[in-house]
Antibody, heavy 115, light 107 residues
Framework: QVQLVQSGPEVKRPGASVKVSCKASGYTFTNFGISWVRQAPGQGLEWMGWISVYNDNTNYAEKFQGRVTMTTDTSTNTAFMELRSLRSDDTAVYYC????????WGQGTLVTVSS | DIQMTQSPSSLSASVGDRVTITCRASQDIRDYLAWFQQQPGKAPKPLIYAASRLQSGVPSKFSGSGSGTDFTLTINSLQPEDFATYYCQQYQSFPWTFGQGTKVEIK
């Protein structure tokens, strides 16, 4: 069955970077893109960007341009999302999801940014 | 960017009720619309894609309709496990965008 398993929670200082992983299984990894979505405490869902696993094309929300990098490693069927220059308002649960219609989601990774 | 506006933001309903949530896009997105259900502390659960197609394993009490700019999610015979927050998302053009969510609460 399709599974997306994300890395564990992170605590970071303001100004630091975080890299969240999303390991896929149960399907051909290169056949679907991966979206990244975040949810701040008590808030709604916010789309961060998308990467084509097939050709590594990316599309980022303007809000994160210059601070985010999405990559994949097809040898391990893993997608990564790195967010730099962290601020306190980046504290959120970060999710990966498969494909444009997001038919499968990872369990989420809590990133806490605090001094 | 395409703005997605859900209404209402919240609603109260009783077990057994039928509820309808509306999602409006600021421009034509054809049928590139998905609906998700989210329980507190859990990842969103996909319900519908392509505006009206049920994701695998989703019960038929959920239905979606619409095309272009106006969409609806209908839940028939509301059960306790259906009380949650529901989100729409367009994936017709980048940046993909979510509605602000509709919280369905128990009356």
């Amino acid at each position: 069955q399709v599974q997306l398993v994300q890395s564990g929670p992170e605590v970071k200082r303001p100004g630091a970077s975080v890299k969240v992983s999303c390991k896929a299984s149960g399907y051909t990894f290169t056949n679907f893109g991966i979206s990244w979505v975040r949810q701040a405490p008590g808030q709604g869902l916010e789309w961060m960007g998308w990467i084509s696993v097939y050709n590594d094309n990316t599309n980022y929300a303007e809000k994160f341009q210059g601070r985010v990098t999405m990559t994949t490693d097809t040898s391990t069927n893993t997608a990564f999302m790195e967010l730099r220059s962290l601020r306190s308002d980046d504290t959120a649960v970060y999710y990966c999801a498969r494909g444009g219609d997001a038919d499968h989601w990872g369990q989420g990774t809590l990133v806490t940014v605090s001094s | 960017d395409i703005q997605m506006t859900q209404s209402p933001s919240s609603l109260s309903a009783s077990v057994g009720d039928r509820v309808t949530i509306t999602c409006r896009a600021s421009q034509d997105i054809r049928d590139y619309l998905a609906w998700f259900q989210q329980q507190p502390g859990k990842a969103p659960k996909p319900l519908i894609y392509a505006a009206s197609r049920l994701q695998s394993g989703v019960p038929s009490k959920f239905s979606g309709s619409g095309s272009g700019t106006d969409f609806t999610l209908t839940i028939n015979s509301l059960q306790p496990e259906d009380f949650a927050t529901y989100y729409c998302q367009q994936y017709q053009s980048f940046p993909w965008t979510f509605g602000q969510g509709t919280k369905v609460e128990i009356k």
